[in-house]
């Protein structure tokens, strides 16, 4: 099965299917928001949206601390909302409620002491798990409360989540767009970088540097590498995705503006990342 379209649309269903899962719950979970539902967050006073999103990401490692009592929890909250488990991936969940869009519910982790992309079994669980994913663990360790509200039953109805900040989430992109290299990766970075409510990449680079100046080393300064490579040039395939998806969302605007742009700001956020580090 194919993966819809980013859309607009598509990020309010799955919005909506977080807010029903939160419910569901019955309290704040422990898990923590990343992924196509953030960028909005981060970039509250941008003029043009973001694409949006088709699925959830969650990262499980503080809900895994609880043990089998949390899991077991979060695992019957899922199926009270009709989700279903994935046949061949116990870490994707996949909303079972009738409409043309199918929201994926996907638990991801980061645990020092299991190898990377390992499939993870929670205690307590039948058919719950999560994937152990490295760069992910970021925004266990630094995260915001944020409300959300969606229309359930006709009813406004608003819960509290845990979110990624603008830190944890660029270094957790960055560390994806490393070990996968898709467009949607190399546009959230760059969209973010350019629109975010801290004021752009310079900020970007001081807020993360100063929340996780003392691990920009080893694998993640490989990452940071990488990723001002794959923006390197107009031409670069960071810088391409950025525009080729922006002039398909508002085709007024210029793509050789928009890869520049996303040039200068992952130059920018990399060359203040290195020379702070450096210091």
Known sequence: MSDPVRSRIARDLAERALVRLVLAYGDTPEFVLLGGL???????????????????????????????????????????????????????????????????????????????????????????????????????????????AAEIDGATMTVQIRVATLPA????????????????????????????????PSEAAQLTFNRFGSELVGATDTVIGELAANFATADSQGSLAYAITMTSLHPDLDEDVLANDAVEAVRIFVTALRSRTRE
Request: proline content about 2%.
């Open 169 to 200: 989430y660029l270094l957790t992109k960055s560390h994806a767009a490393h070990s996968r290299g898709l467009t949607k990766d190399w546009y959230d970075i760059a969209y973010v970088l350019l629109h975010n409510d801290a004021g752009g």
């Open 38 to 148: 953030v960028p909005d967050l981060l970039c509250r006073n941008a003029v043009r949206k973001h694409q949006g999103t088709t699925d959830v990401d969650v990262q499980v490692n503080l809900e895994m601390l609880g043990q089998s009592v949390n899991s077991a929890r979060l695992e019957r909250a899922l199926r009270d909302c009709e989700f279903t488990p994935d046949d061949q991936r116990v870490w994707r969940w996949r909303d079972g409620s009738p409409t043309e869009m199918i929201v994926k519910i996907e638990f991801l982790a980061d645990l020092a002491d299991v190898e990377d992309r390992k499939t993870l079994i929670f205690d307590g669980c039948v058919s719950l798990g999560a994937i152990n994913l490295r760069g992910t663990g970021f925004v266990a360790r630094d995260w915001t409360v944020r409300s959300f």
